[in-house]
């Protein structure tokens, strides 16, 4: 069976720092882009970052550049979510997807989501 994981969410202060985790069962993310979304309450879905594990490429949005780093364990199947100097504005649920074609634009693009993990930064 496949799934994706998500876990490592909670409140902390701004300033603060989280590792998110995703860890997949079922197929091995060496062959997969594995992305992290997030969604705030009444907004629309977005893309934060994902890392292409076919080619070793990463991607970040504007908004968290600097911040988060993404990056995978193989050994682990898992891929992590380093989040510093967190913002409130960064509270959110946060869910991993994984495409097998690469790091797709669109959230249509991906084969496995998780259900998530809550993120909340307090001011």
């Known amino acids: 069976e496949v799934q994706l994981v998500e876990s490592g969410g909670g409140l902390v202060q701004a300033g603060g720092s989280l590792r998110l985790s995703c860890a997949a069962s079922g197929f091995a993310i060496d062959d997969y882009a594995i992305a992290w979304f997030r969604q705030a309450p009444g907004k629309e879905r977005e893309g934060v970052s994902c890392?292409?594990?076919?080619?070793?490429?990463?991607y970040y949005a504007d908004s968290v550049t600097g911040r988060f780093t993404i990056s995978s364990d193989y050994a682990k199947n898992t891929v992590y979510l380093q989040m510093n100097s967190l913002k409130p504005e960064d509270t959110a649920v946060y869910s991993c997807?994984?495409?097998?074609?690469?790091?797709?634009?669109?959230?249509?693009?991906?084969?496995?989501w998780g259900q998530g993990t809550q993120v909340t930064i307090s001011s």
């Open positions: 997807a994984a495409d097998r074609t690469g790091c797709g634009h669109y959230q249509s693009d991906y084969d496995y």
């Open positions: 890392i292409n594990n076919i080619d070793g490429r990463r």
